[in-house]
């Protein structure tokens, strides 16, 4: 099914809550003991976002059945930052990590961000 930009914005503002989006500002050290990475710093960004389910089917291709992988719309109105790969959406009971981002422009203008997330 395909969605215009403006549906998909109005389904933010219409069916949307508010999440928190959470970017690695400063990575931190690898920690070969723990094999973690330790003293990495995060900010938190409020946006408002819209976390929906699609049958993704067989992913690239081949057999692998990708489980847990969802959508998100996020309204790019007021916001002063951009997702990226490997940011955090935190809220509705879950916290899933963006795997690719599509944006969406209207006349140059970023309106809105169609992230893949996944658990």
Avoid: H, Q, W
């Amino acid at each position: 099914m395909s969605f215009r930009s403006f549906d998909l914005l109005n389904l933010v503002r219409d069916f949307g809550e508010t999440l928190t989006l959470r970017k690695v500002t400063t990575a931190g050290t690898y920690n070969p003991a723990t094999g973690t990475v330790d003293s990495s710093v995060t900010t938190d960004y409020s946006v408002t976002a819209y976390l929906y389910n699609y049958n993704v089917g067989v992913a690239g291709g081949n057999d692998e059945v990708v489980r847990g992988t969802r959508k998100c719309v996020i309204s790019a109105l007021g916001l002063t930052v951009v997702p990226d790969f490997d940011d955090l959406i935190v809220g509705s009971n879950d916290t899933v990590k963006i795997t690719s981002v599509m944006s969406l422009f209207s006349n140059g203008t970023a309106i809105g961000y169609i992230c893949d997330v996944g658990e």
